[in-house]
């Protein structure tokens, strides 16, 4: 009796030791510090010479761990990388609009380089805008190096026309945007339905000034907070034409990320037009104010908009790329939005990352409103590197 208890017990034993409760025995591997290196470099605009921040920088290893960082207000980075052969992956916004990749190898407490000419940031968005009189945003687009099709008023009539881009810009004073009542899309009510199934359906727009009848009605005979006509309810915005020509300082740049990636946080902004629309009222749970003077909302921008009766239709380039934005979970407990190959969400669904941006609660695309822009004589001080942000992260 006492022999069979002994090999009873010298059993149990054994099985601790070996099964340890029918989990899979530890790799050694898995207890040894992954060896790393440094990779350096700066990103670019495609023009080559315009520095960007704010972007981030990231490779991704055999497990789907992501090693990332953002590059500095003067577009220098370093990243520590897992050694051996990567990819270095350098985007802005959600990584759909704006991206680029690079081979790397890492080497063991070494520091690779990245040449200039391999970390300009490419374009893969298709992006329009309707030419206005007041507002040249393009003007800004095209000084980075990147492409913009001009698309008329009447072409937002058309869904068909609008489906096929990424990014719509609606400058203030819009051609044939008369603003008398007779030409506006509270008379043309398929822009606002077009406008609204483009957005829910991931495509961004940004409007400036008077272009806040794109989003919520009205001409200049009639306030914008007595009237709604737009896609979106007076709940959420309304703006009143009152605001008169000056000079706002000491403004404040009011989105840390902006911020740094600008490289300020307060500056002055010169408004030289006698009539623009000031934001009246707005849902701060609906919208994120990214500029601001004083309590005053001077840029804003939400992704949580979305039509429930929209129709489900593809929008832009981001599918034909076999991309996907992801929210990735790091190892340190936080979590940043990247593209990533649609191949690869298999694994990185695994360890509980989610489909779409960290920060949305839809799969909608980008709303930016400004009252500020790109005036006509091209005089807007460090407003320019806010509106060269705004571009790079739609």
């Avoid at 980075?77 to 051996?84: D, V």
């Avoid at 930016?368 to 460090?382: C, D, L, P, Q, R």
Wanted: proline fraction near 4%; glycine fraction near 8%; charge should be negative.
């Amino acid at each position: 009796m006492k022999q069979n208890y002994l090999f009873i017990m010298l059993c149990s034993l054994v099985l601790l030791v070996n099964c340890k409760g029918g989990d899979d025995p530890i790799n050694p591997e898995d207890s040894k510090t992954i060896p790393t290196g440094t990779i350096e470099g700066k990103v670019f605009a495609k023009n080559g010479t315009k520095p960007i921040g704010g972007a981030i920088v990231f490779t991704i290893d055999s497990k789907n761990q992501v090693y990332h960082t953002y590059s500095n207000a003067d577009g220098t980075f370093s990243l520590t990388a897992p050694e051996g052969n990567s990819t270095l992956h350098i985007q802005t916004g959600n990584g759909l609009n704006f991206r680029t990749e690079v081979p790397v190898t890492v080497k063991k407490n070494e520091t690779t380089s990245v040449a200039d000419k391999d970390s300009k940031l490419n374009q893969i968005a298709k992006i329009a805008y309707v030419e206005g009189s007041y507002d040249e945003i393009e003007s800004i687009i095209t000084s980075l190096g990147y492409t913009a099709t001009e698309i008329s008023y009447q072409d937002l009539k058309n869904f068909n026309t609008i489906s096929q881009y990424d990014i719509i810009f609606l400058n203030c004073g819009s051609r044939n945007f008369n603003y008398s009542g007779t030409n506006t899309p509270s008379n043309d009510l398929s822009i606002y339905s077009n406008l609204s199934t483009f957005i829910t359906n991931g495509g961004s727009i940004y409007t400036s000034d008077w272009a806040a009848a794109y989003l919520v009605g009205g001409d200049k005979n009639a306030p914008y907070c007595g009237v709604y006509g737009g896609f979106l309810d007076l709940t959420k915005i309304c703006f009143n034409t009152n605001g008169n020509s000056a000079m706002y300082n000491n403004c404040s740049v009011s989105n840390a990320a902006m911020a740094s990636a600008i490289g300020f946080s307060t500056l002055d902004i010169q408004y030289d037009q006698p009539l623009w629309q000031k934001i009246q009222h707005y849902d701060p749970s609906f919208w994120e104010v990214l500029v601001q003077k004083d309590n005053e909302p001077l840029m804003i921008r939400t992704n949580k908009y979305v039509d429930t009766t929209a129709p489900k239709t593809p929008v832009g380039t981001s599918l034909n790329n076999n991309q996907m934005t992801i929210c990735h979970h790091t190892a340190n407990g936080n979590n940043i939005t990247i593209t990533i190959n649609q191949n690869a969400w298999n694994a990185h669904q695994a360890h509980g990352d989610y489909v779409g941006s960290c920060s949305a609660t839809t799969s909608s695309g980008n709303i930016y409103y400004t009252t500020f822009h790109n005036h006509a004589s091209g005089n807007i001080g460090k407003s320019g590197p806010i509106l060269e942000y705004v571009i790079l992260n739609l």
